[in-house]
């Protein structure tokens, strides 16, 4: 029987495999270095988790969800998002809050496959819990737009906006709901609905006479008390003072219940139709909601799918692998081939060798097949003076070499490139 892999999954296999390695390495050093820790969670949590906090009104709980019951009767639900197991578990193993947390994971959410949009994908994220300052707002938008410039994706745009709070949300929901009321007839049977349990869900609707009628609603930003308004310069004042390039969006809303005041959204324009490649904001609430002390918190998800397709078309080569493959010319060779492979491996360079006795020849096409760059080669000459040829891949070059030589040159590209 042939097995196909699920809609909306994908496998990653070399050498993409290695891209997306590189991908999320390369994020954590950037996580690091703005003082966030990992941490991981379970893929999946009891349902009610998510239902609390990503919210009832959206999209993701009401469509979305892979919720099952196990064999105990248990309602659980695989992550469609990492940030309410992440409260939840700050909150059940008691962590000293403030505290700066990243995760590198899964998520699952049932929707309609296209490019760049899978039913399991994978996100980054951040979450900075008990930091209410504007600064930490930019802080992590900037440290998005530097992850995304380090991995040599120049056309992302990031969009900021400012959806108000507890204070001054329930007033302009009303004020966007009479507005949407006036109008109701136009709007799509959706956004019928969203209009009554939530109005800001509209923003989200992709109908064209629903967006042309939003053209027109009163907008957030426009509608912020002092405090939230107040704090919306501030987080642009410190974008601009850390250089950050950013594009004012007032009809973004992001799609999740939780958030407030900052709301925030990478963009690519050379992705496709699904263009966002992440996206987060405020959420001063959420940790309150889940049972826990007032914590002000700030966070971001970004598509890992959507980084790499964005990636793929920069210049800058995301993986470059120096696997070498040691040659045994004979049998006569084989086992002074194992020292060398042995002595590659603990200088911290990536080998690989053949122990099926295949001939020179078929030896060259696994070490081509495995995606190697050096074949380092052994024969009966080589073996009497003690030396190894180097044969680069890439160029066809090759070189005799001191073994010590060879070990000294592949250990520094190694660590070089490890930098
Ligand atoms: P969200 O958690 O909905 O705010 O999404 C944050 C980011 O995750 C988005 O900007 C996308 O880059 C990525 N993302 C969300 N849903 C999907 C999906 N179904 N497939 C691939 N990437 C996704």
Redesign the pocket.
């Known amino acids: 029987m042939k097995h196909t892999r699920p809609k909306g999954t994908r496998d990653f296999l070399p050498p993409e495999s290695a891209r997306k390695q590189r991908a999320e390495a390369v994020f954590r050093r950037c996580a690091e270095l703005y003082g966030f820790q990992e941490a991981v969670t379970p893929t999946f949590e009891h349902t009610e988790v998510f239902v609390k906090s990503s919210g009832v009104t959206s999209d993701?709980v009401t469509k979305e969800m892979y919720t099952f019951k196990d064999r105990s009767e248990r309602e659980l639900t695989l992550r469609?998002?990492g940030t309410p197991g992440l409260v939840r578990a700050i909150l059940e193993n008691g962590l000293r809050i403030p505290c700066r947390l990243y995760y590198v994971g899964p998520?699952f959410?049932y929707?309609r496959p296209q490019k760049?949009?899978?039913?399991e994908?994978y996100?980054l994220g951040v979450e900075s819990f008990g930091e209410a300052g504007p600064e930490v707002d930019a802080e992590v938008i900037a440290l998005g737009a530097e992850f995304f410039g380090a991995l040599g994706i120049r056309d992302c745009e990031t969009q900021v906006n400012s959806i108000g709070c507890r204070a001054c949300r329930p007033q302009y929901h009303e004020q966007l709901k009479r507005f949407l009321t006036e109008r109701s007839s136009e709007l799509c049977p959706e956004c019928r609905t969203r209009m009554e349990q939530n109005p800001l869900r509209t923003f989200d609707c992709k109908n064209e006479t629903c967006q042309a009628i939003l053209g027109n609603a009163p907008k957030p930003k426009d509608n912020l008390c002092s405090a939230c308004a107040e704090h919306f310069q501030a987080v642009l004042a410190a974008l601009r003072a850390r250089d950050v390039k950013f594009a004012l969006n007032d009809r973004m809303v992001?799609?999740?219940d939780y958030y407030s005041r900052t709301a925030f959204?990478?963009i690519s324009r050379t992705i496709g139709a699904?263009d966002?490649?992440?996206?987060?904001g405020r959420y001063d609430y959420l940790v309150e909601d889940f049972g826990g002390p007032a914590t002000p918190a700030v966070g971001?998800?970004?598509?890992?799918?959507?980084?790499l397709l964005a990636a793929e078309q920069s210049d800058k080569p995301v993986v470059s692998r120096r696997l070498v493959f040691v040659i045994a010319m004979s049998d006569g060779e084989r086992a002074a081939a194992g020292e060398l492979l042995a002595e590659l491996r603990k200088a911290g360079v990536p080998a690989q060798m053949d122990y099926d006795h295949r001939k020179p020849k078929a030896q060259f096409r696994s070490a081509d097949n495995a995606g190697a760059q050096y074949c380092a080669i052994l024969g009966e000459r080589e073996l009497a003076q003690g030396l190894v040829s180097l044969k680069d891949l890439t160029t066809g070059e090759q070189q005799e070499l001191k073994r010590t030589e060879l070990l000294a040159r592949l250990a520094g590209q190694q660590m070089a490139d490890s930098r």
């Open positions: 993701v469609p998002e998520m959410r929707n760049g949009r899978y039913r994908f996100q992001r799609g999740l959204e990478y699904q966002s490649l992440g996206g987060g971001f998800a970004l598509g890992e799918e959507r980084a």
